[in-house]
């Protein structure tokens, strides 16, 4: 299958070859002539393939697997900067014991593991994105689009046209945890970060890194350990006591204490504190004593992950419970084009577990491939089929 590779621009909003702004119903259709004009002007504005998965967790992972051996080539939409949702972000170093032929992997290496068997079918990756509208076309393909800077607020995304959609957003789009203080959203992408502050903005400033689990104490190391590392490096967290579940975090944050590397305030920012409009610090409530003011010049909130609304109530389709209902023969959501897979699907007797949503993906995957087909599509096994084989990239063609 060919894909087209123009990307859609992500500068500025007055940008003329902008996607315009579009509804986001899929179920919806009275717009979608105002759309096909739309888009006909925005021509060179829209990236064309032949599928779009949105969310790279496990079960979106083995969608791009199912989908390459038929031949159907995808774009993967995940709003994390890393594949593999939960086995990453909820149980990297968990065991996991219920995958047939891995006695034993963790979640992190069960990501590793799926990412490499996709290489061959080259997925072409939108990290860090989250799909915000999905809509309808007149000619039966989808429109996607992204907000490419989620955590910076900007709305301007990359644009894409696919004949077939798989929603494998498990339990919702995974934002990051703001700190709740007002004022202070203004400065996000410019002096606040989240999970990651680049080494470019912390050499050589004061950094405060807010947080307390391994996600903080692996930012606040990084820093540390950095060629060019910032002049002051502070972690601030609610009280002097460490909840990272990986130990040796813990052990090599004392050593950056003991070495006067690493300062450690304990205590909640209640407020932002300004020079000339720009973030110069927080205002700190120790848990005893008075206030005081905390001076930075880079932030960086690693408060964890929250996972943010299903996307079937945003984009009208049918479902229940907070799931989205799909069919068994084909994982097929109530628009058809559009399947859905993994945690974010209910049907009866319906498990949310790994194997459920390989499966799940699999007959997705053959749907998806009769329909852009239009005709029955042949089961052949990757250990006899020197077509699959190719495809694989294991036999030159
Ligand atoms: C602690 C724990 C242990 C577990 N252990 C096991 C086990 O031992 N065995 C087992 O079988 N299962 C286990 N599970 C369940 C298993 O992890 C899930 O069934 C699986 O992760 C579902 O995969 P998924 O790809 O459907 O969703 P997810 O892993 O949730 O991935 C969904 C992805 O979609 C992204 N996303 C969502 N919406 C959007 C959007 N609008 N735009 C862009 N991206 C979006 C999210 O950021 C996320 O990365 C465990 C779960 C937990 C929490």
């Known amino acids: 299958m060919r894909t087209n590779g123009r990307t859609a621009p992500t500068s500025s909003a007055s940008s003329s070859a902008e996607p315009p702004r579009r509804p986001q119903r899929a179920g919806d259709t009275a717009w979608v002539a105002e759309m096909t004009v739309q888009a006909q002007?925005?021509?060179?504005a829209w990236i064309d393939t032949d599928a779009v998965v949105i969310g790279a967790g496990p079960v979106g992972l083995w969608q791009v697997f199912e989908c390459g051996l038929l031949g159907l080539?995808?774009?993967?939409?995940?709003?994390?900067?890393?594949?593999?949702?939960?086995?990453v972000e909820l149980y990297a170093d968990k065991p996991i014991y219920d995958i047939p032929g891995l006695p034993a992997t963790t979640g992190r290496e069960l990501a590793a593991r799926l990412?490499?068997?996709?290489?061959?079918?080259?997925?072409?990756?939108?990290?860090?994105?989250?799909?915000t509208g999905l809509s309808s076309m007149a000619d039966g393909r989808f429109e996607l689009h992204t907000n490419a800077s989620a955590s910076t607020g900007t709305d301007t995304g990359t644009a894409l046209r696919c004949h077939s959609v798989f929603i494998a957003a498990?339990?919702?789009?995974?934002?990051?945890?703001?700190?709740?203080?007002?004022?202070?959203?203004v400065h996000e992408g410019r002096s606040v970060f989240h999970?990651?502050?680049?080494?470019?903005?912390?050499?050589?400033?004061?950094?405060?890194v807010a947080g307390g689990e391994d996600a903080a104490l692996r930012q606040l190391l990084a820093l540390a350990a950095s060629a060019t590392p910032p002049s002051g490096l502070t972690l601030l967290h609610r009280r002097d006591k460490f909840d990272a579940a990986d130990p040796a975090l813990v052990a090599a944050l004392s050593e950056l204490r003991a070495a006067g590397r690493v300062q450690v305030v304990a205590g909640q920012p209640v407020d932002v504190v300004l020079d000339a409009g720009e973030l110069c610090g927080l205002r700190i409530a120790p848990p005893e004593g008075t206030e005081f003011t905390l001076p930075l010049q880079r932030l960086a909130v690693c408060l964890g992950l929250s996972p943010r609304l299903g996307p079937g109530a945003d984009w009208g389709l049918a479902m229940a419970r907070k799931q989205l209902v799909v069919d068994t023969a084909r994982f097929e959501t109530s628009v058809p084009g559009i399947h859905a897979v993994g945690d974010v699907v209910t049907y009866p007797g319906k498990r949310k577990l790994l194997l459920s949503g390989f499966h799940?993906?699999?007959?997705?995957?053959?749907?998806?491939?009769?329909r852009r087909r239009g005709a029955p599509v042949v089961l052949e096994y990757t250990t006899s089929s020197r077509h699959l084989q190719q495809r694989l990239g294991v036999l030159q063609a």
């Open 195 to 208: 999970h990651t502050l680049p080494e470019v903005e912390a050499a050589g400033r004061e950094v405060v």
């Open 115 to 131: 990412r490499q068997q996709i290489e061959p079918f080259a997925p072409h990756w939108h990290l860090g994105e989250q799909v």
């Open 41 to 44: 002007a925005q021509e060179g």
């Open 170 to 185: 498990g339990v919702g789009a995974f934002l990051p945890r703001r700190l709740p203080l007002e004022g202070l959203r």
């Open 360 to 370: 799940e993906a699999t007959l997705a995957a053959f749907a998806a491939a009769e």
């Open 73 to 87: 080539h995808c774009h993967v939409v995940d709003v994390l900067g890393e594949a593999g949702g939960q086995c």
